[in-house]
C-alpha cells in the first residue's frame, strides 16, 4: 500500500506543477553544481571562471584558457536520491569559448506495487516490480568577451528530460544568459535562467494511472496537465579577492536570488522573492581552500502560527595541484537529526596541466 500511495504522490507532485506556470518547476536544476560551489553557498554568480560556469554564469567560460573537465557525485536524502554532473568546456578563440554541461537527479529502485494482487485477489510477489523516477538536463553553453572592456556575456541552450517510470515523461527546453564585469578589485554578475520561460511537455501512461488512482480511497485523480512552464529567475552577485600578504588570499561573494512570485524566501512580495546567499574562502598558495556559506534564508511558519527564519550553513575544503582540483563539501550542516546533510565530492581537470613545458 505504501509503494501505492507513493506512486500516487509522484503523480500527484507532476500534477500540481503541470499547470500553466509554477513557482517550483525543474528545481533539480537549482541544487546547484561543484563542491566548491555549494561549499560558498552557491554565491558564484559573480567570480565562476572555469568549466563549472556553464551551468552558474557562461559568461565566466571566457576565461577557460585550456580544455577542462569536471565530475561530481552527491547523495540527498538519506542517500535515497543520487545527483550526477559532467562537464566540459574549451576555447574557442582568443574571445569566445564553448561547454556542454550533464545532469541527472534519480530516485531508484521504487517498488512498482501496482500489480501486486491479481484478478481473484490473491497476493503475488513475484508480480513486483521496480522503476526509476529520474530528471536529466543538458546544456550547451556559449561566452564571448564584449568591447566594452571587462564585459563578458554568454547563454545556454538546455534539454530537459523527465521521468517518472513507465507513467509519465516530458521534454523541456528553455535558455539563460548571464553576463560579468569586472571594476578594479570587484567582480560583478548577472544571471537570469529560463529568461524566455522553460516549457516541459507531458505525456501519461493513462492505464498505468487508473492502476494507481483507487490506491487512495476517494481520490478520483484526473489526468494532470500536459504543459509545464518554468517562470524566469535572475540572480545578481558581487564578488572580491583579498590577497593577504603573499600567499594567503580571502574571496567574498555575495548573490540575491530572485523569483518572480511569492515564496517562503526571507524576503517576499507579491510581485517577487528574493533569496540572499554569502560565501567566503580562504585560500593558500592557490593550493588549499577552506570555504563556508550560509544561504536559502526561509520563513517556517510553526504550529502555533508564529514564524521563524531559518537558513542553510555549508561548508568545505579543497586541494590544487597543478590545476587538478579535489573538492568537498558539507551542506546542511545545521541539520540537528542528520537526515538532511549531504557529502558532495567534486573533481576537476585543465588539462594544460598534462601539457609538455
Known amino acids: ?44 554568480v559573480a567570480h565562476t571562471d572555469d568549466v563549472h560556469a556553464g551551468y552558474w554564469n557562461p559568461a565566466g567560460l571566457v576565461h577557460v584558457k585550456d580544455k577542462q573537465i569536471a565530475l561530481m557525485h552527491a547523495s540527498y536524502f ?55 523516477a529520474a530528471d536529466y538536463a543538458g546544456i550547451l ?17 538546455k534539454m530537459v528530460r523527465r521521468i517518472i517510470g513507465d507513467f509519465a515523461n516530458s521534454w523541456g527546453f528553455g535558455f539563460d544568459i548571464g553576463a560579468q564585469y569586472q571594476y578594479r578589485n570587484w567582480k560583478l554578475g548577472v544571471m537570469v535562467k529560463d529568461i524566455t520561460t522553460t516549457v516541459n511537455v507531458w505525456s501519461f501512461d493513462e492505464k498505468g494511472i487508473q492502476d494507481i488512482q483507487n490506491a487512495v480511497p ?30 594567503y588570499s580571502l574571496l567574498t561573494a555575495f548573490n540575491l536570488n530572485t523569483r518572480f512570485a511569492r515564496t517562503n524566501d526571507i524576503i ?20 588549499v581552500f577552506v570555504r563556508a556559506g550560509l544561504g536559502n534564508f526561509q520563513k517556517i511558519t510553526q504550529f502555533d502560527n508564529s514564524q521563524k527564519t531559518q537558513f542553510q550553513p555549508n561548508a568545505g575544503i ?17 541539520d540537528i537529526n542528520g537526515s538532511m546533510y549531504s557529502n558532495i565530492f567534486s573533481l576537476k581537470v585543465d588539462f594544460s596541466a598534462f601539457a609538455k613545458k
Request: charged content about 15%.
Open 1 to 44: 500500500m505504501f509503494q501505492k500511495n507513493l506512486l500516487f504522490i509522484l503523480l500527484i507532485s507532476v500534477s500540481a506543477f503541470a499547470q500553466t506556470a509554477r513557482k517550483y518547476s525543474n528545481e533539480f536544476l537549482n541544487i546547484g553544481v561543484n563542491a566548491a560551489a555549494l561549499g560558498m553557498s552557491n554565491a558564484v
Open 141 to 157: 553553453s556559449y561566452a564571448r568577451k564584449s568591447k566594452i572592456k571587462n564585459l563578458n556575456y554568454g547563454a545556454n541552450a
Open 78 to 132: 538519506a542517500n535515497i536520491a543520487q545527483y550526477d554532473y559532467a562537464a566540459y568546456a574549451t576555447p574557442i578563440d582568443s574571445v569566445s569559448s564553448f561547454g556542454v554541461s550533464l545532469i541527472r537527479f534519480g530516485v531508484d529502485n521504487i517498488l512498482n506495487t501496482t500489480q501486486l494482487i491479481d484478478n481473484q485477489g490473491n497476493i503475488d510477489y513475484n508480480r513486483i516490480s521496480t522503476f526509476s
Open 268 to 287: 517576499s512580495s507579491e510581485k517577487m522573492s528574493i533569496d540572499p546567499a554569502v560565501g567566503f574562502q580562504f585560500g593558500y598558495a592557490n593550493v
Open 218 to 247: 476517494g481520490q478520483n485523480q484526473e489526468l494532470p496537465e500536459k504543459t509545464e512552464i518554468t517562470l524566469p529567475k535572475l540572480q545578481l552577485g558581487v564578488a572580491r579577492n583579498f590577497i593577504i600578504k603573499e600567499k
Open 318 to 334: 579543497g586541494f590544487q595541484y597543478r590545476k587538478i582540483a579535489i573538492d568537498y563539501a558539507l551542506t546542511n550542516i545545521g
